[in-house]
């Protein structure tokens, strides 16, 4: 699935071609950001959600290995490059109007996400008394 | 859980406290919103991804009902008003930074979660040739 930033096609202003068409179309919101859903892909569990822009798609692309657009940083962030926990591609889905991506991936490193030590980024619920707790301790 | 949207607390400066904290302090962006992904309670599918804004959520929690903005319409959307997939709320996980949502639901009317038709709006994978493919078909 290589491909380069640059050859990425534009979202359709027909909605019958972006739902149904075979074309990959992302398409990037005001800010030039789509929404990515990383999910083991041992588990099926949901480990983290971020966003890429055109250039972090691409790379995540060209290398199989995923890349983000930190908004914190505002710049490229390729997941696991100091941590180790690199997501490598094994299966991209892709959305109806193709805004939205759930990445499934095999994690490098502890074979966590989540910068706090959690394997998931959800690692809260929200319990009935609307307090956060920690279902696994 | 039900919660007034005004009763909703802000997030904390104090990364420890939003991270580790116990309070559900959801996390807007610049444009007033988070990120929701509904899963199918029952298989662990993910369903489709959208946005809540303040107002969304609060009526999410205040009805036990899955509601969010619609972002092409620009207005609070109960999601299944018209075609009776309602998601009802099973359990809400949260990110480390209180800015995303998981929602496990059960899903009213045929069970789906698309307008296309389709039970997830995830119904297409993009192929090794860089087209998207229906595994499903």
């Given at each position: 699935m290589t491909r380069a930033a640059n050859s990425l096609e534009l979202p359709s202003s027909d909605a019958n071609e972006q739902e149904r068409g075979a074309t990959f179309r992302p398409k990037f919101d005001a800010n030039g950001l789509l929404t990515a859903v990383a999910v083991d892909d041992a588990t099926g569990d949901i480990l983290m959600l971020a966003h890429m822009d055109r250039t972090a798609l691409a790379a995540t692309l060209e290398t199989g290995e995923v890349h983000y657009y930190s908004r914190s940083r505002g710049k490229l962030w390729k997941k696991g490059e100091t941590s180790g926990q690199i997501q490598t591609v094994r299966r991209i889905l892709v959305d109806c109007d193709q805004d939205a991506l759930v990445i499934r991936v095999t994690v490098g490193g502890d074979g966590g996400a989540c910068h706090t030590g959690a394997r998931s980024?959800?690692?809260?619920a929200l319990g009935e008394d609307g307090?956060?707790?920690?279902?696994?301790?």
């Open positions: 980024c959800f690692y809260r307090t956060l707790v920690r279902p696994e301790d």
